[in-house]
């Protein structure tokens, strides 16, 4: 039997009971995702499970299960979205089939997969990158008006901008299910200058463990400069 040495100095800790265990446990699994990518990973399953469902195959997701899948849904949607599907189907099937990832990472899956990209694969289609032009454009149509409204979003588009923060890091969705609170921006953050304006992001979705960045805009000479937004819409 393993003992504690007398000489190590270990913090005590009172022990919790099952049904406590089994909670805090619950809650780090649940945690383990964002929200809106368990609904996405729900949808992707539902798929799954109906394709199995109109061909009479077993649910059990084996490698050639998976291919036929594959080939399924790639004749429908675009491959990469399947390549994304896949994975979200083994995030939600593994507790019940704990041989499916290897199954999903099986030569003749992938081998399946590099093919349908080649079969039913469209080429990429780029969004125009937004550009200082763009922002004058928007700021001519709407920067003399005083709604709070319109200095706000304003003030997302420049920070978002200049800050090179994604949508999702400046917004808020308005589908409950899926908000975390541990993304938010809160206002006792934000630190003005004479110079530049800050704010600490808590929590994006490269950031898988919430250790946060801090974003710090500076003001500028130009038409666009977003200092100037910022603070009238702090000020509205």
């Known amino acids: 039997m393993i003992s504690i040495s007398h000489g190590s100095c270990q913090p005590q800790h009172e022990p919790w009971t099952l049904d406590r265990l089994v909670h805090e446990w619950s809650i780090a699994l ?15 399953l539902n798929l799954y499970l109906t394709f199995c469902k109109i061909h009479k195959f077993n649910i059990m997701p084996t490698e050639q299960t998976l291919s036929f899948y594959a080939v399924y849904m790639s004749s429908h949607i675009k491959p990469t979205l399947v390549n994304s599907y896949l994975f979200g189907i083994c995030n939600q099937l593994e507790p019940f089939y704990p041989d499916e990832r290897k199954a ?3 030569m003749l899956v992938s081998h ?3 093919g349908c990209q080649c079969h039913f694969g469209t080429p ?10 763009d922002l004058q454009t ?21 920070t978002g901008f200049h800050g090179l923060m994604r949508l999702g890091e400046i ?14 921006i809160l206002q006792h953050t934000v630190d003005i200058t004479e110079k530049s304006y800050s704010f600490w992001l808590p929590g994006h979705k490269a950031d898988h463990f919430y250790k946060g960045n801090l974003i710090i805009i500076e003001k500028t000479t130009l038409p666009t400069d977003p200092y100037s937004f910022f603070v009238s819409y702090l000020q509205s």
Do not use: C
């Open 112 to 114: 399946t997969m590099t």
């Open 30 to 44: 649940g945690m383990s995702i964002n929200n809106s990518s368990h609904i996405t990973y729900t949808s992707a």
């Open 124 to 133: 990429v289609k780029w969004k125009h990158p937004l550009s200082t032009s």
């Open 171 to 184: 917004s808020f969705p308005d589908n409950i299910t899926w908000h975390n609170y541990q993304k938010v």
């Open 138 to 158: 928007v700021i001519s149509a709407i920067g003399s008006l005083i709604h709070h409204d319109d200095k706000l979003f304003l003030s997302m588009l420049e």
């Open 104 to 106: 999903r990472n099986s």
